[in-house]
């Protein structure tokens, strides 16, 4: 009877036990959806505990925090990340930070079912928009910074960033990340040590252009590398720079609705790309390649000559970032190439080159619910707030460091070829401060106008598609979301 | 229920050995033989696993279509209900059709190449042939290969400067090279022959262990009767086999319906979702998007499609099994 007993409290036990397990499994945590916070100090989802930053990290107390903080990202590349934390440990060693580096495609699921299940990192990127890190996505989970910076900066901390840094991350006036640095794209990198092999100058027209792409293919070398597959935007963003090259505002403009995707421009903009491709500009498989990891390392083991990266990629002037970045692209005992940044060539006929664009490029989020919370925060004011962890960030060469009139140790830099790419990153990097949108082109862009313009670039340059047909299509899909057809 | 006695010769003491028959439990015929609970305690023993397992299937489905009701993005406090929103725009969505397209065309042929090639490279190596058990694993090898490892080399392979344009090119029919990964007219088409290669291995399996259940005497007696291999394989092996290749059409239409690995891999279901199948477009949705009540509207569809399926097949076996014990009664 005993026995019996004993049997049935064990297989109810189980039964209860399984059952909770299963619902426990499938939930995802119903406290989420009242917003209330009660049970999500325990899930790590939410709760209001330090939500206003009242309690901010202070650099008067710094010195005295011990604690361990994991931060995750989709950019810098591990070793500018992990070069980050070495400098940081020498004003802070009692703080132990961990990174770890995601592919751009990787990094929202994993990040959104971290933070789901309240496992999520302590510190993480944001960006003012996009498919990545848009703040939007992560609102919820992130400790307004407001007053961590206003103890760091003081009470106009955003007039020490450059103009629309913090404002970018702004969302419901809740400064969801500390800017780190700015970028700009629409540019190109060259190899200019292949360009020199072949005497080959840069090219300024279209024209020149497929002449230079000519003498390269005929030497076995991809002019051009631009991976317009897997579902990565980078093509879209020279899209966006033909765009640029036949009207600057249509862009931004069509983003915000105030313009049609399906004007005679955009069509414009097709017929341009898909010349470039039939001149062997672009290649004829680039919808088959993905720009990372593909045309990156196309051009790191110097099989392209040309790439159509941003402001991130002068890391890899430096002659480490370089020989890792080669090594990782495949290269056995690489020897660096000279890489310097240039403008695209005039592309519609018109009277001015494409500029470039430029806004802040991502943030540092602290996890509400961190348990380390006091540390995080002193990690990310150290890199966001304090000039020498700008220095670092500038030194790095990834980014332009958001607070403003930091210059580079560039004694400390260790550049292939100084004479040739310092003033080359120089100028690069100082139009960033000049021409930083505050109209963010990351916060503009939908999931779904993203979404539309990568697979319209894949039909522009991988089908035979009528090119209004392509641009229709754009139209359609960047405005209609599955629920609101 | 024998009992063997043997008794002491005479003058001894009388000392019976009792052996029990094999066929009876030891202790005595006497003795009930006990019977295995199967009652209440055997219940309890299943019930931990059984719930687990039906309640996380069974939860999740109803939980999904809770979800299916919302406009979320899977994170955020705010849900709106939005009815059956959801379901009637994936039905209406070009997408959904064309994943679906995308998923007949690739259920066929794949079930086409496997179950063939399949069949022959089994009835080949049935045959007595040299390093029978070289072939056998050369064409099992792929089944086994993980599609993250596969994914990239043929996606070498198939590049525009890739080893199969090479070939072409050396053997002079370079006006054959493409961009094959690069094109929607082609990416479909690639991504189902990836499938193939990797498939194959298991229908040969499948087919090499239901020829050696065929009676030699059978095969034996076609031979008398005068048929070729060919005939013998049509009328007597392929009859013989047919359970299998019902297995692989079930087993190939549920994959089919969740295909992921390969298009996500290969193509990640471009170029222009030109090989976009539900799973891919669930994913998109779920994870890039952000649509969570929409995706998880998709995945019910996925169910109830999978189920559909596998009762009108499974009602096709029923139908065809009372035929043929019809004809065999008669």
Redesign the interface.
């Known amino acids: 009877m005993r026995t019996a007993l004993r049997?049935?409290t064990v297989?109810a036990v189980?039964?209860a036990?399984?059952?909770t397990?299963?619902?426990a499994?499938?939930?995802?945590s119903k406290d989420?959806?009242?917003?209330d916070g009660t049970a999500a100090t325990a899930t790590g989802e939410?709760g209001d505990s330090g939500g206003s930053g009242a309690d901010a990290a202070s650099p008067d107390t710094a010195s005295s925090v011990t604690g361990e903080v994991a931060w995750w990202g989709w950019t810098p590349d591990k070793d500018v990340g992990d070069n980050y934390i070495t400098e940081f440990n020498k004003v802070y060693p009692n703080i132990k930070v961990t990174f770890k580096n995601f592919e751009n495609?990787q990094y929202?699921?994993s990040l959104?079912a971290a933070?789901?299940a309240g496992e999520g990192p302590d510190v993480w990127n944001v960006a003012p928009g996009g498919?990545t890190g848009g703040v939007v996505?992560?609102a919820?989970?992130v400790e307004d910074l407001t007053q961590l910076a206003t103890n760091w900066l003081g009470a106009d901390f955003a007039t020490k960033w450059t103009p629309g840094f913090s404002s970018n991350l702004t969302l419901d006036g809740k400064l969801t990340g500390a800017p780190l640095g700015g970028v700009a794209a629409g540019f190109l990198w060259i190899n200019q040590t292949l360009f020199d092999q072949y005497g080959l100058s840069a090219p300024t027209t279209l024209d020149e252009w497929v002449d230079v792409c000519k003498t390269f293919a005929d030497n076995g070398i991809i002019c051009y590398g631009l991976g317009?597959?897997?579902?990565q935007t980078f093509a879209s963003e020279l899209l966006r720079v033909v765009l640029n090259s036949i009207d600057p505002d249509f862009f931004l403009q069509a983003c915000q609705g105030k313009r049609e995707w399906n004007e005679p421009i955009m069509v414009q903009a097709i017929e341009i790309m898909r010349q470039m491709q039939a001149d062997g500009i672009i290649?004829?498989?680039?919808?088959?390649?993905?720009h990372y990891p593909d045309s990156n390392n196309d051009f790191m083991s110097q099989r392209a000559a040309m790439n159509s990266m941003g402001t991130w990629y002068a890391q890899y002037s430096r002659k480490s970032s370089a020989i890792a970045s080669m090594e990782a692209a495949g290269v056995s005992n690489p020897e660096p190439f000279v890489m310097v940044p240039i403008m695209f060539p005039n592309l519609a006929g018109n009277d001015w080159t494409p500029q470039l664009f430029a806004e802040v490029d991502y943030g540092l989020a602290v996890n509400k619910d961190s348990k380390n919370k006091e540390a995080a925060e002193i990690f990310v004011a150290w890199l966001t707030m304090t000039e020498e962890g700008s220095r670092t960030v500038m030194n790095a060469l990834d980014l332009t460091p958001s607070l403003v009139g930091v210059e580079a140790d560039w004694d400390k830099v260790d550049l292939v070829d100084n004479a040739v790419q310092k003033p080359a990153i120089q100028e690069l990097f100082g139009e960033v401060e000049k021409i930083a949108q505050v109209e963010s082109r990351q916060k503009l862009q939908t999931?779904?106008t993203l979404?539309a313009l990568v697979?319209g670039v894949?039909?522009i340059?991988?089908?035979n598609?009528d090119a209004q047909a392509i641009a229709d299509q754009i139209q359609a899909d960047a405005t209609v979301?599955?629920?609101q057809? | 229920m024998s009992v063997t006695a043997t008794t002491e010769p005479s003058g001894g003491s009388a000392r019976r050995a009792v052996r029990p028959a094999p066929d009876q439990p030891k202790g005595g015929a006497a003795r009930k033989k006990r019977r295995p609970p199967m009652g209440a305690p055997g219940i309890g023993w299943i019930a931990p696993g059984f719930i687990l397992s039906v309640g996380l299937i069974y939860f999740c489905i109803v939980y999904s279509g809770y979800i299916a009701t919302l406009d979320w993005d899977g994170m955020s406090p705010v849900r709106k209900s939005v009815g059956l929103d959801n379901f009637t725009n994936a039905l209406t969505n070009k997408l959904f059709w064309g994943a679906l397209r995308h998923t007949v065309i690739f259920y066929v042929c794949t079930f086409l190449g496997q179950t063939v090639i399949g069949f022959i490279f089994a009835a080949l190596l049935q045959s007595k042939i040299k390093l029978a058990v070289v072939y056998k694993v050369l064409v099992f090898i792929p089944v086994v290969i993980a599609p993250a490892i596969m994914a990239p080399v043929h996606r070498i392979i198939f590049a525009t400067d890739g080893t199969l344009n090479s070939f072409l090119r050396a053997i002079g029919l370079g006006h054959f090279a493409q961009p094959w990964l690069s094109q929607t007219s082609t990416a479909l088409w690639v991504v189902i022959l990836v499938q193939i290669w990797t498939s194959v291995g298991f229908g040969f399996i499948l087919f090499f262990a239901a020829m050696g259940q065929i009676e030699p005497e059978v095969l034996e007696a076609a031979r008398i009767d005068g048929a070729g291999n060919i005939r013998v394989l049509w009328s007597v092996v392929l009859p013989d086999v047919r359970g299998t290749v019902v297995v692989l059409a079930i087993l190939n239409a549920i994959g089919s319906l969740k295909l992921f690995d390969f298009p996500y891999l290969l193509t990640a279901a471009g170029p222009a979702y030109s090989t976009d199948f539900l799973g891919t477009y669930i994913y998109r949705e779920t994870a890039v998007m952000g649509h969570v009540g929409y995706a998880a509207a998709l995945s019910l569809l996925l169910l109830v499609l999978a189920v559909g399926m596998s009762i009108i097949m499974s009602a096709r076996g029923r139908e065809r099994d009372k035929r043929k014990a019809v004809e065999a009664d008669a």
Not at chain 1, 228 to 231: A, E, I, L, R, Y
Not at chain 1, 283 to 290: A, L, N, P, Y
């Open positions: 049997f049935r297989v189980a039964a036990a399984a059952l397990i299963t619902v499994a499938c939930s995802d989420a959806a009242t917003g939410g495609t929202k699921p959104r933070l789901a498919d996505l992560y919820d989970y317009s597959g897997g579902g290649e004829q498989d680039t919808v088959g390649k993905i999931a779904e979404q697979v894949e039909q340059l991988g089908t598609v979301s599955p629920l057809p």
